[in-house]
């Protein structure tokens, strides 16, 4: 029996796909929607851990697209199968349009206590540009109906670098964000995912996309602004108010265990990681005929598992904690990578205490090239 404390939930429906989307998500499968709820509530009932459940997180897709009896259920079937603790952190992924403030009520009185709201930008041009169904007024009005239900833990995302935006754009909309006064807020860099509406754009050379330096000045100011404003640069992209880190984020970032439930989701169990079908159909189908729905498993280990250990936990301010890199790989991090460790300190891109390895603000802007150093 697993002894995962982390639980993620995909709910693989949206209203719109999103131009820049690569994720798991499909519009207009209304028709599925209870099929897949009844299939998911019966995956989790068939799960148990070891170890209490100190997170759970609902995400997309726009879980939000589901109502709220709907999720509800979900998350009393998690309930019914796990002893959850009586302060886990419970996030739910919600999207503008999909939201108001009953819908929000109802789900903060299911015990749902975090919101992860996708606003993307607060420019309306932009977000036409990039697919989104809500307006910035309407991005408002959603974080002000989760404001008023009592969710006093809300996360907002925002996008950067999207085509043809300037840095004056992006730093008005960072200067609203701040003004809204959310908890935690992670900024993402526009990337161009396979499969997705502005993969075809790129590959046409239709998109104008804003240069390195500015991606990087703009990289910079979200920085500026958010660590002006109280929050805790915490993570690469992920910036919290003190106490308000996001829980769930960082079993992935220490690359701990956690269970995977539905179509498109990962569960990460005693070192293997299983990737679901991302077939809602299949998913469906599998889970009635008492198949798992796993499409493709990999077990991590040795130098692999190192490697990646240390590239997400350089990823965070607090770095790769050396004795408890020793104590889980029985070998010293210094001696295993003896090699790439003197090029990276000589380049400035890592600081290395006695007790911590830790990416400098140089290595930050280039955390990708540093990563790749620890990857065999």
Known sequence: MPTARAIYVHIPFCVAKCHYCGFTSFPGQESLHQQYVSA?????????SLSPVATIYFGGGTPTTLSAE???????????????EGTAEIT????????????????????????SLGVQSLDDRRLRKIGRIHTSQEALDAYQAVRQAGFANVSIDLIFALPTQTLAEWQNTLNR???????????YELSIEEGAKFAEAYKAGLLIMPDEDTRLEMYESAIAALTGAGYEHYEVSNFAK???????NQVYWKNESYFGFGAGAVRYLDGVRCTMTTSVEDYISRIQQGLDPADSCEELTGSALMGETIMLGLRTSDG?????????????????????????YNDRLIDLTDTHLRLTHKGLLMADRVAAEFIV
């Open 70 to 84: 709907q999720l509800t259920s979900i998350l009393s079937a998690i309930f019914e199968s796990f002893d959850v």
């Open 320 to 344: 790769v904690d050396l004795r408890a890199f020793e104590e889980r790989f029985s070998t010293s991090l210094i001696e295993a990578y003896d090699e790439v460790l003197p090029v990276l």
């Open 177 to 187: 964000a701040v003004q809204l006064n959310p908890e935690h807020a992670s900024l």
């Open 40 to 48: 998911l509530i019966e995956e989790i009932a068939l799960a148990e």
């Open 92 to 115: 739910l992924e919600a999207n503008p349009g999909t939201i108001d403030l009953a819908k929000a009520a109802a789900l903060r009185g299911a015990r749902f206590n975090r919101i």
């Open 242 to 248: 003190p106490g308000f880190r996001s829980r769930h």
